[in-house]
């Protein structure tokens, strides 16, 4: 059973940043893909941010030049890299794989910038 873990979700000032973490039960090469989504209270969940196998990447209109996704291949860990807060990046952030025809979450982690 694939879990994948986040942490490094709080409360920030806008402006500042904060760095999420995705740790993986096993190696992130078994996922043809990783990302983070956001879902702020009463909005649909979107995509923030994807890592494909092969390590091609993209990002949401709003959030390029701010976010940055990237992994570590020997933790088994993803991590999005977030700077240059602002309120409407408040918002549950999860941490997603796909492998084969199945998608894998985790729980979330809170990120709510405000001053």
């Known amino acids: 059973q694939v879990q994948l873990v986040e942490s490094g979700g709080g409360l920030v000032q806008p402006g500042k940043s904060l760095r999420l973490s995705c740790a993986a039960s096993e190696t992130i090469f078994s996922f043809f893909a990783m990302g983070w989504y956001r879902q702020a209270p009463g909005k649909q969940r979107e995509l923030v941010a994807g890592i494909t196998t092969g390590g091609g990447r993209n990002y949401a209109d709003s959030v390029k030049g701010r976010f940055t996704i990237s992994r570590d291949i020997a933790k088994n860990t993803v991590y999005l890299q977030m700077n240059s807060l602002k309120p409407e990046d408040t918002a549950l952030y999860y941490c997603?794989?796909?492998?084969?025809?199945?998608?894998?979450w985790g729980q979330g982690t809170q990120v709510t910038v405000s001053s």
């Open positions: 997603h794989a796909f492998k084969g025809d199945n998608d894998y």
